[in-house]
């Protein structure tokens, strides 16, 4: 800003960083925008797998909470020790899927 003046100006950076700014603001927006639409129309199915002891205290509001929003939700409880390196492999199998 030029307050160099008793009314204070903007310089030609100034300037430039407030059209700049304005276009960055509307992808922002337009992002925002875009995901929220995505998140009305809600995921086709969702696989769920909790530890036992989270299962057992919130998985009832967890799948309560997500049934709104997921046309075929599963979900299972248990630990194996191979989960970690299944989850990491994407090659997890639901052994028993509860669908809604």
Do not use: C, Y
Request: without cysteine.
């Amino acid at each position: 800003m030029d307050r160099s003046h008793r009314l204070v100006l903007i310089t030609r950076a100034g300037e430039i960083l407030r059209e700049r700014s304005a276009d960055v603001l509307r992808e922002v927006r337009r992002a925002a925008d875009d995901v929220r639409a995505a998140e009305a129309e809600g995921l086709p199915m969702l696989r769920l797998g909790l530890i036992d002891t989270f299962a057992t205290t919130a998985g009832p509001d967890v799948m309560k909470a997500l049934s709104r929003r997921v046309e075929n939700l599963q979900m299972w409880s248990g630990i194996t020790p191979m989960l970690s390196a299944e989850l990491l492999n994407r090659t997890v199998k639901v052994p028993h899927a509860a669908g809604k």
